[in-house]
């Protein structure tokens, strides 16, 4: 098969032609139809996470068909239209029983525990635990962001933040996991406010339904937040990762208001200062949020189905698998609005 792969980190990934996967006894392989460029494949291209054993090949943002089926698979069958969770639980620890995958003691994670979906096929753990159908009216590269981006964001607002109608939502960093949120806080009812330094983003955080966005290049964020909110947002995001975009959200927030981490923060941002007297003192929520388990995805796909939510305005550009090394190595310069996703293979 076709695949992108780096023998070293942060050395260019190259196109190349390697042995087609076979499926484990519980899994399955996957043709890829379409696969998202993530900021979270560029931690690892970058040498930030760990779990990467060189060579490698990136991509955890997925959607395809069914291509080969493992013999103690149940529930799956060559040909069904299906995404997966970017965190694949082992279905035997705690977590796991108690439904909590995302944070599975021995999870999977395609294109981090190992090689993931920037090739032409790729092969999942525990099908039967961690595939999702998906419904036939929904196109491929639409699908691929719920993996990742989309369903990251639909737990980090509804499950772990708790949103509810009227509250004030903010959400620091309008990439693909922030605009996403920003969606899905406005079907929830809240009254979202975007921040970022693009207006381009901006401009489409509000077309998302942001009811008021900022500039955080031209404002004091938080104390803009506290204006507009009349005392500070109830929830709020950092969807990017960065320890300027955590402490604003911190800061943002009225007494007794949630702080969702939602963006990575590894590397040079591994441990950032915490405005730790504003926690104490207003007695601030800390919450971080990982992904979201294959099970919960019947809700999300619930409100696409009604039009609640419209995951296909996220997809930003679509490109070819030689396009990806470029897009990969260039994702840390949030260049692109939307979801960049590989559609052609």
Not at 88 to 115: N, Y
Not at 183 to 194: D, F, L, Q, Y
Not at 323 to 330: H, R, T, V, Y
């Amino acid at each position: 098969m076709k695949a992108v792969l780096f023998e070293k980190f942060q050395e260019a990934p190259k196109l190349v032609t390697v042995a087609d996967p076979s499926p484990e006894p519980h899994g399955v392989v996957l043709r890829v139809r379409a696969t998202g460029v993530c900021r979270s494949d560029w931690h690892g291209w970058m040498g930030h996470d760990s779990d990467i054993e060189l060579p490698h090949v990136p991509g955890h943002e997925l959607a395809g068909v069914v291509e080969a089926v493992g013999r103690d698979v149940v529930n799956w069958k060559v040909g069904d239209k299906v995404t997966v969770p970017f965190i694949c639980g082992c279905g035997s620890c705690s977590e796991c029983h108690a439904g909590q995958q995302q944070v599975c003691l021995h999870q999977e994670q395609p294109g981090f525990t190992h090689w993931g979906s920037f090739a032409e096929y790729v092969g999942i753990h525990q099908a039967d635990l961690n595939l999702v159908a998906l419904p036939e009216s929904m196109d491929f590269a639409t699908a691929a962001s719920l993996g990742c981006r989309f369903a990251t964001s639909f737990r980090a607002v509804i499950d772990q933040g708790k949103v509810s109608a009227g509250q004030w939502v903010a959400v620091h960093g309008c990439g693909g996991v922030g605009l996403s949120a920003v969606m899905i806080a406005a079907a929830a009812g809240a009254n979202v406010i975007g921040v970022d330094l693009d207006p381009a983003k901006l401009a489409l955080a509000k077309d998302l339904g942001a009811v008021a966005v900022i500039n955080g290049g031209e404002a004091d964020v938080p104390e803009a937040i506290r204006e507009i909110t009349r005392g500070g947002a109830h929830v709020s995001l950092d969807a990017l990762g960065h320890p300027v975009t955590m402490t604003n959200s911190i800061l943002c927030l009225r007494p007794r208001g949630k702080h969702v981490q939602v963006g990575l923060m590894l590397g040079e941002h591994a441990a950032p200062a915490v405005p730790m007297p504003k926690i104490v003192g207003q007695e601030i929520e800390l919450l971080g949020s990982h992904g979201m388990q294959a099970h919960r995805y019947g809700a999300m796909l619930d409100m696409v189905a009604s039009g609640k939510l419209d995951p296909a305005r996220l997809v930003g550009e679509k490109i070819s698998l030689a396009d990806a090394p470029e897009a990969l190595m260039n994702m840390n310069e949030f260049r692109s609005v939307g979801a960049t996703v590989i559609t052609r293979f």
